[in-house]
């Protein structure tokens, strides 16, 4: 068993964080799917090149991610379709309009895609070769539903519960196939986010896509310990549209190209960040598999760590650490970490969010003279502030004070009787 903080696995969802009372702008799904007619389903999986070109058939040799359960926020997840058969295991609503179990995909925009996001995650396909198969295809899933747009609930609010109810319900790791598209998050989410990195929960977010409108990653891809995820295109390269650019990019997975799993049983070609983050997600669940000892730093760091670099720079802003390699993530040596490589939220916002962080003693600067006064030049002072300074020398001033008295006493003496005599002569 892993080790990892006490949770609680069954406990009811209860709304207790405080609400951010904001519009979410621009809140959506990280890509919108590019349908196209039910394919074959011999020709679905065969249009899955991600399977061996990135490693994760090779992983299957080790692992295909039993007993790791994934956490899938999005639009609800068709849990009747059949290449997800026995893969959902629970969820929930945070919209108000879902089901209980959060299996009821809402639209109009994100009808299908909260399906497609959880076949690439753990599709078990309709057959041995038919269908889609995600990348842990024995990991579980949860699906949290959630609805954007005029109308719904805050997206924010509805984002925070999620995490929370994920995190209180048994999630290992949380895949966001979604953006904020801004760059800052509420703090809503601190509270949410911060709750999953302190029982060891690994979250995964998308990078988001240029050609919907998001040219820089957005939160929740920009909060410090998420593990973001970019996209290429068949040839490794960044994608234009089907990705974004941005220094919180951790690793790129295929983003062009995708072929996913849509209500009512059927498949559906698509693009965009939002299939790259549940491929990413799926690997985080071999590795959580293949090393039950490793925190979520420390899957993480094999995630980041065994990606190819694309660029000499590393990491680079349009490539992050490079391109996944399942195979590596779960096989090779990789050195222990004792903390997070993509950094902490706790830790972001002790800096950032300054009501909330303790209390920080500074040592004063001297005081200084009121503001539109000059300071008195050195050695003038007002009168009666240096006798202490001039007390050896009174004596000698009196002295010569007195003298100099007489003196003037007796020359005022003999002018007057010069005067006196001239006068009387």
Request: net charge negative; proline share 7%.
């Amino acid at each position: 068993m892993r080790a990892r903080p006490a949770r609680l696995l069954s406990r009811p969802f209860a709304a207790s964080l405080v609400a951010a009372g904001l519009l979410v702008a621009g809140l959506a799904p990280a890509a919108a799917p590019v349908l196209a007619p039910p394919a074959a389903a011999d020709a679905v999986r065969d249009r899955q090149y991600w399977l061996d070109e990135y490693g994760i058939r090779s992983a299957w040799s080790v692992t295909r991610g039993d007993g790791v359960v994934i956490a899938i926020i999005d639009s609800g997840v068709d849990a009747a379709h059949p290449d997800l058969a026995g893969a959902v295991i629970g969820g929930t609503d945070v919209s108000g309009r879902g089901n209980a179990t959060g299996t009821l995909p809402l639209g109009p925009q994100g009808v299908t895609h909260g399906t497609m996001v959880a076949s690439l995650a753990a599709g078990r396909g309709s057959g041995p070769n038919a269908g889609v198969i995600g990348a842990a295809p024995a990991a579980s899933v949860l699906s949290i539903s959630l609805a954007f747009g005029p109308g719904e609930r805050s997206g924010d609010d509805q984002i925070a519960d999620a995490v929370t109810w994920a995190v209180d319900n048994g999630a290992d790791i949380i895949s966001l196939s979604l953006t904020r598209n801004q760059v800052a998050w509420p703090e809503s989410w601190d509270t949410a986010f911060v709750h999953a990195e302190q029982n060891d929960v690994v979250v995964i977010a998308a990078a988001g896509n240029r050609g919907s409108g998001t040219a820089q990653v957005s939160a929740p891809a920009t909060i410090p310990g998420v593990l973001t995820v970019g996209g290429v295109d068949r040839a490794g390269r960044a994608s234009d549209n089907a990705s974004a650019q941005g220094i919180t990019i951790g690793v790129m997975a295929p983003s062009e190209g995708l072929v996913g799993a849509i209500p009512g049983g059927g498949h559906s070609a698509w693009q965009g960040t939002s299939g790259a983050t549940p491929i990413v997600a799926g690997i985080a669940a071999l590795v959580r598999a293949a090393h039950p000892e490793l925190d979520a730093a420390g899957v993480i760091n094999r995630i980041i760590s065994t990606a190819r670099p694309a660029t000499a720079i590393v990491p680079d802003p349009n490539y992050g650490y490079g391109l996944i390699d399942a195979a590596a993530a779960v096989s090779a040596e990789v050195p222990a970490v004792d903390a997070n490589p993509l950094g902490t939220l706790a830790e972001w916002i002790v800096l950032h969010r300054r009501a909330d962080a303790d209390e920080v003693s500074v040592e004063l600067s001297p005081p200084r003279s009121a503001l539109g006064r000059e300071p008195a030049a050195p050695g003038l002072r007002m009168p009666g502030t240096g006798l202490a300074e001039l007390g050896p020398i009174i004596p000698t001033v009196v002295i010569i004070a007195a003298t100099l008295t007489a003196l003037a006493t007796l020359a005022a003496a003999a002018v007057l009787r010069f005067v006196t005599r001239t006068r009387s002569e």
